[in-house]
């Protein structure tokens, strides 16, 4: 498994784009254990954008950390979320909906953790700035402007 580079160099600032022809799944910030608090996909999402089941999912990709959580519990976490909207809700649904949703809440949600290996899957392409490399393009820039002035 790829080892996150926010993770391995969470001291140093860094801008993360993600690219797609698609458009982007919600993504949750959630904690699904004392240890874990990161991103995670609905495994319903990630179906769906593959066209898969969820047993040949876990069949062709065992090393990616599916969860369950209850459906209260992560509704708890996204509305406290300070990036919560509407739009992210893991209930995206009308009023008639939201009767039905008082009734699921008490079962689980399956959660995919969101992983740039996953990402490539969904169709994504993402880019990582480090403030290292900010500050070395800044220096080239200084470097190759500090020259006199030329002319023919």
Known sequence: ????????????????????SEPLLPCFHVQVSLTQFCNWFLLTDVLKRLKMSSRIFRARYPHLEVVSLSRAELWRQVSVSQVSSASASPYRGNNKEEEDKEEEEEGLVDLV?????????????????????????EEEETLTNTGKPHSR
């Open 1 to 20: 498994m790829e080892e996150n580079t926010t993770e391995r160099d969470s001291d140093k600032d860094c801008l993360l784009f993600e690219f797609s």
């Open 113 to 137: 953790r969101c992983v740039p290996e996953l990402q490539r899957l969904l169709g994504s392409s993402i880019h990582i700035i480090q403030e290292d490399e900010e500050e070395e393009e």
